[in-house]
């Protein structure tokens, strides 16, 4: 029954309003059984009454009026106010006059209880507080002289003792019901107000992700509603550009392993169906015929191979070693292993390192790193040009390794998607060291610096060259040793 936000919104609101009138009832109830609160306002209505009516009769006995006349405004004066009015002798207590004419003889006046407390509104030298009658039922009592000339009459005037539920039910029902009902229309309207300013930015994220579900991922909500509800609409705004990313990059994805393996298998199809049908009879045709199939073949290999090097990475399945490596040492080490391909490709490739302390990581995989770095950069530069491998340290808890070129450098436009899966600068243009490249290479070593707490960036200006520079903690990472997934 209460399944929506504004249903629940009423109930916790009515729930509090029950709670709080029931807390104030008993307290009203336990003022209603207090004495003072129970009897003196009608004390003190009856002390207003008996002003009045002594004033009354005062201005009656000064006219002369005959005490037949007196008693007859004495009786309208009971009906109107509703109260009782009795003409008691102070001494003897003889009941003289009674305007309910129930036949009263006497009147104890000794009997009447007072209330405890201090009362200064009231006479303290006259009879006044609770006096129970003859036949058993309780009156509230308070009296007043009837003049000077007859200082021994009272007039005594009584109405029933209210009990507790009658003073609460008198007194403060009504308040009571009323304040509930200001409540209730105040609960109402603020959850309507409240479910409206969070279920309907909800209820756009609901359409939204329905969007989402069906395919159509550019989907951006705006930011309205309570602090909480724009922080989970900002988040879902984050979740949908990823998933609009993530669904792009895995279309990319799909496309450029479908482009980059049919091309490899076209030529070897073709290549190996000439072979087939004898168009590559001679000895040279056919030697060639095999160079291209087995060159396409092992292109093939080294993709898939990566492919399965980066889905082992980001599903967490590569184990890295975490132990102190000497990384001037092994950036030595990487220098003097490609320092004969560099001479054979006429680049000079030189070395600068400083003191730097070890990085925890796993060595062969750093060596994967800066290898295929240069590797990547002897690719790129002509005949002629330069490479310059350095390092140093980057402020007290991070060394710096910058491998930069002078090769044809990198468009401004292009340079953030260079470590993007299959993503190459010029597919059209082949590398300078003729294989070509299936643009796996540089995701690779940015998943494998990210694995070891690192960070690699790139810089390039067109025409002077490239660098790409690898910053790595010397500080134990907080990671786990199993590199995390992406």
């Known amino acids: 029954m209460f399944t929506t936000l504004r249903s629940r919104l009423l109930l916790s609101y009515l729930a509090v309003i029950a709670t709080v009138l029931f807390i104030v009832a008993l307290a009203l109830a336990a003022v209603s059984l207090s004495q003072s609160a129970r009897i003196l306002p009608t004390l003190r209505q009856l002390n207003a009454i008996g002003q009045a009516t002594q004033r009354e009769l005062v201005r009656l006995t000064e006219q002369g009026v005959d005490p037949a006349v007196q008693a007859r405004a004495l ?38 209880r007072r209330p405890r407390g201090e009362f200064p509104t009231l006479d303290a030298s006259l009879p006044f507080g ?149 168009a590559a009879a001679t000895p040279e045709q056919q030697q060639r015929a095999a160079g291209i199939i087995h060159g396409e073949a092992e292109r093939m290999g080294r993709m898939v191979g990566q492919l399965l090097e980066l889905a082992r990475i980001e599903s967490g399945q590569l184990q890295l070693a975490r132990q102190p490596v000497d990384i001037g040492q092994l950036v030595g080490d990487v220098h003097r292993s490609l320092a004969l391909r560099a001479q054979e490709k006429e680049i000079h490739f030189t070395l600068e390192t400083a003191a730097v302390p070890p990085v925890p990581g796993d060595h062969d995989r750093l060596v994967q790193i800066f290898s295929n770095l240069v590797d990547n950069a002897l690719a790129h530069t002509p005949a002629g040009g330069r490479i310059h491998l350095s390092l140093r340290p980057y402020g007290d808890k991070a060394v710096e390794v910058v491998v930069q070129d002078t090769g044809p450098g990198i468009p401004p436009d292009e340079l953030s998607r260079i470590f993007e899966r299959f993503y190459q600068v010029d597919k059209a243009r082949a590398r300078n060291d003729g294989r070509r490249g299936a643009g796996l290479g540089l995701a690779i070593v940015k998943e494998l610096v990210e694995a070891h707490g690192g960070r690699i960036t790139a810089r390039s200006q067109m025409g002077q060259g490239s660098a790409f520079v690898v910053r790595l903690p010397t500080a134990p990472p907080e990671a786990s040793t199993v590199t995390q997934r992406r």
């Open 75 to 112: 009786d309208q004066i009971a009906a109107e106010q509703d109260t009782r009015i009795l003409v008691v002798d102070r001494g003897s207590g003889q009941v003289l006059y009674d305007s309910s004419h129930a036949g009263l003889a006497t009147l104890n006046l000794d009997a009447v």
């Open 130 to 278: 609770s006096l129970q009658a003859p036949d058993g039922a309780r009156w509230l009592i308070y009296s007043l002289p009837l003049g000077a000339r007859n200082g021994r009459l009272l007039a005594i005037f009584a109405r029933p003792e209210p009990a507790p539920l009658q003073v609460f039910r008198e007194t403060f029902l009504r308040p009571l019901c009323q304040a509930g009902l200001v409540a209730l229309l105040l609960a109402v309207l603020l959850a309507v107000l409240i479910s409206r300013s969070v279920a309907r930015p909800l209820q756009t994220m609901a359409v939204a992700a329905e969007s989402i579900a069906q395919g159509e991922y550019n989907q951006q909500i705006p930011l309205r509603g309570p602090d909480e509800v724009q922080r989970v609409a900002a988040s879902f705004n984050t979740m949908a550009a990823q998933v609009q990313a993530t669904h792009q990059a895995q279309r990319d994805f799909v496309a450029n392993v479908s482009h980059d393996l049919k091309t490899p298998l076209t030529s070897i199809q073709g290549w190996s169906q000439a072979i087939l049908d004898g």
